[in-house]
């Protein structure tokens, strides 16, 4: 099995500025699987002459700033086939990162065939059609580089550090798998079977996991989230070197992929070398997003999954159903979250974990698709504890948001908070890279942060009551929950009546 150091891990989409107020973007279910390649000290340094002179097919977008107060820009350039660059140069610091961000999630999958995104994140890092097999981390390692990669319900994302000097070294080495991946046999099946290792460790083995995978089962019907990222058993098991094929194919072209070179550069260097080694991927992604049914926002108000498992602990969640997944939304649910804990006696969750009603409790907001980005407060309760209680608590908690104005202090400490992690952003490529892949991605803004602030300095009391009615009313969710043995029936058979009734 390659890979052993894989973990399961939820990505904090917009950390940039919400991780100093636990608004982390979420899934409902642990979302994205990371296969990491190991770091190597830097044994040798390649030095290549980055100033080729290529003719450029490429069409400068836009340059802007990225994190206000700093004079790093993001330059935003359009290949011909429809590869999309960004480029963020910054003399700084010697380490170099090139990261991609395709959208070949999960959520391009069907049934029959789930599983399929996950799988690439091993095979990539597999042979190519022109190169031996572990030609990959050969070459990376002898850069001093390391790479990793994730897959989630609505992308997937390969990324890399290196030194400056290595980027054509890796712009051929990245190319060369983004391009040609041969996948054939025996490998194929050496990361099949890596999969279904992973499968019956992290789900079928985990109560928790399994319990999670038949709810979503439920709850997300007839979409393509209704499967985990890993693929359900069945797929899994009857994967077929076709079916990824296909996959490839389809998904993995230049006008379904985002690509950020971060580092020590001239950007028309950059530019000129990537026109190089990608300016030949050929291919156009084939199939559009699926559509959600219309009734999909509306069908489960009122409503509770509940069902039991061999857990220790409870685990619920308060699922608010939104299709917005606007930097406004996201901004004004910080400046909720900030309100509900705005609190002569703490923190909500402060509050709630005093008063002995819960364990913990978090409020997010979910990225999986333009279509779907729920709010979800999830909790964990001991077996004596009741969710009833926790539902009253959190209503009355959005109550007393919905009484209270919008305060100058409330406003200020959210952007004290979000000037410190700007700040933090700033010093560290990796992070801006991120920060500028994740914004462009969700938000379809290089400079979401800094928007944030104004959004923040306009908000009205009005305006943030009637963003709490129209996004967390009372009238406007469902309940999952996970609970002991014998306090209700089994999450297999709630499933398995489910498919009876359906």
């Not at 379809?444 to 944030?452: I, M, P």
Request: aromatic fraction near 12%; proline fraction near 4%.
């Amino acid at each position: 099995m390659r890979n052993l150091n894989i973990k399961q891990k939820r990505k904090n989409i917009f950390y940039f500025f919400v991780k100093n107020y636990s608004l982390a973007v979420l899934n409902l279910f642990p979302i994205i699987a990371h296969a990491k390649v190991d770091d190597t000290k830097i044994k040798h340094s390649i030095s290549n002459n980055i100033n080729h002179v290529v003719a450029i097919d490429t069409k400068l977008i836009q340059s802007t700033s990225i994190i206000p107060g700093s004079t790093i820009q993001a330059h935003q350039y359009i290949l011909n086939n429809g590869l999309k660059l960004i480029v963020v140069p910054d003399n700084r610091n010697p380490i170099a990162t090139v990261h991609f961000i395709l959208n070949a999630g999960s959520n391009r999958e069907h049934k029959g065939t789930t599983g399929l995104a996950h799988f690439f994140e091993h095979m990539m890092f597999r042979k190519t059609k022109d190169t031996l097999e572990g030609n990959y981390d050969r070459v990376i390692n002898a850069v001093g580089g390391s790479g990793n990669a994730g897959t989630s319900d609505s992308f997937v994302t390969y990324y890399s550090t290196f030194p400056g000097p290595a980027l054509e070294t890796m712009l051929k080495l990245e190319a060369d798998r983004f391009i040609h991946l041969d996948l054939a046999e025996p490998y194929f099946s050496i990361e099949k079977g890596a999969v279904i290792s992973e499968r019956k460790l992290r789900v079928e083995n985990d109560p928790l996991q399994r319990s999670n995978e038949f709810i979503r089962a439920i709850t997300e019907r007839e979409t393509p989230m209704e499967w985990m990222t890993i693929g359900s058993k069945n797929d899994v098991e009857n994967m077929s070197i076709a079916a990824a094929k296909s996959f490839y194919e389809n998904y993995y072209t230049p006008d379904n992929t985002t690509m950020i070179v971060g580092g020590p550069f001239e950007q028309k260097n950059v530019v000129n070398l990537v026109q190089k080694y990608f300016g030949n991927w050929q291919g156009k992604v084939s199939h559009q997003q699926e559509k959600y049914p219309t009734d999909y926002f509306t069908r489960d108000f009122g409503k509770k999954f509940i069902c039991s498992a061999p857990v220790f602990n409870k685990r619920f969640k308060i699922v608010y159903p939104a299709a917005q997944g606007t930097l406004k939304s996201l901004t004004y649910s910080l400046v909720f979250q900030a309100m509900l804990d705005d609190h002569p006696n703490g923190t909500f969750e402060r509050r709630l974990v005093k008063d002995k009603l819960a364990t913990d409790l978090s409020f997010y907001k979910t990225y999986w698709q333009d279509q779907n980005n729920p709010f979800v407060v999830n909790f964990s309760l001991t077996k004596e504890q009741k969710y009833e209680s926790v539902v009253q608590f959190w209503q009355k908690g959005v109550q007393e948001v919905l009484n209270k104005p919008v305060s100058e202090k409330i406003k200020r400490q959210i952007l004290k908070q979000l000037a410190v992690s700007n700040a933090d952003t700033a010093e560290r490529m990796t992070a801006l890279t991120n920060t500028v892949l994740d914004n462009y991605f969700f938000l379809k803004d290089f400079n979401a942060s800094g928007q944030a602030e104004k959004i923040i300095q306009s908000i009205t009391t009005e305006n943030l009551r009637q963003w709490v009615h129209e996004n967390i009313s009372p009238q406007k969710y469902y309940i999952t929950g996970i609970v002991t043995p014998n306090e209700a029936h089994s999450c297999a058979d709630m499933f398995a009546e489910f498919q009876k009734s359906n």
